[in-house]
């Protein structure tokens, strides 16, 4: 089976033009700090429970820990910080993919936590947060009395 096509002498042209415009773009919006499609950069988490306490692992290279801030509110954890560009390099830039800039996570705990015991560390690029169970959301074991 033979599939005709009409000749459209501008077509693979316009495909270029279209390819070329959409690099531009990407490269553009990773130096403001966006994906391609314009959301802000967001750095990935790990979330782990227990009985005891809720664990967070953010992975945030090459940022020290005091450009982020950790808020907890009521039953809210909010993470903020901004990721800065290498701003003394003389270098020309050839490529950029890391995406820099502000960031803002918050997250709904959906339980208690002792905030006054919230502690945090940070190493080799990954903050490490540990949120401790309130005392009334710990399950614990009821014994049964004897009649």
């Known amino acids: 089976m033979t599939v005709i096509s009409r000749f459209g002498p501008f077509r693979d042209l316009t495909l270029l033009q279209d390819r070329i415009n959409r690099l531009f773009e990407d490269n ?22 227990d009985d005891n306490e809720i664990v967070l692992w953010v992975d945030l290279p090459g940022m020290s820990q005091n450009e982020v801030e950790i808020t907890v509110s009521g039953d809210q954890l909010t993470l903020k910080g901004e990721r ?41 690029g990954v903050l490490e947060i540990h949120l401790p169970k309130s005392a009334e959301t710990k399950p614990r074991k009821i014994t049964i009395n004897p009649e």
């Open 28 to 49: 553009i919006a990773r130096q403001e700090g966006r994906t391609t499609t314009g959301e802000v950069w967001m750095p990935m988490i790990d979330i782990t429970e």
């Open 84 to 124: 800065k560009g290498d701003q003394e390099n003389t270098r020309k830039l050839l490529r950029r993919e890391r995406i820099m800039g502000p960031f803002s996570r918050t997250f709904e705990l959906n339980l208690p936590v002792e905030v006054d015991k919230v502690t945090a560390s940070y190493k080799n």
